[in-house]
C-alpha cells in the first residue's frame, strides 16, 4: 500500500533512446521528458487491511481529482 508519493518533474533528454528502424540502421529519438508521480513510501498489508483503507487520499490533490 502506497502511504506516500509525490509529483515528480522529467527534463526533456536528448538522443537519449536507442532503436533500430525499418531500414536497419540505428536512431536515436528524444525523451520529451514530462510530469508523473513517484512513490516515496510503501507498506504491506494484509489484504483485508488494504480494502478496508481504499482511499486516494495518499495521492497529490491535482492527480486524486482524475480518479
Known sequence: ???KSRI????AR???NAFV???GRHRQSDD??????ELVRQIKVCPD?????V???H???KLSRLR
Open 1 to 3: 500500500m502506497t502511504v
Open 8 to 11: 515528480k518533474h522529467y527534463p
Open 14 to 16: 536528448i538522443k537519449v
Open 21 to 23: 528502424d525499418r531500414d
Open 32 to 37: 520529451p521528458g514530462g510530469q508523473g508521480v
Open 49 to 53: 487491511c488494504a480494502e478496508s483503507s
Open 55 to 57: 482511499n486516494h487520499s
Open 59 to 61: 495521492l497529490p490533490d
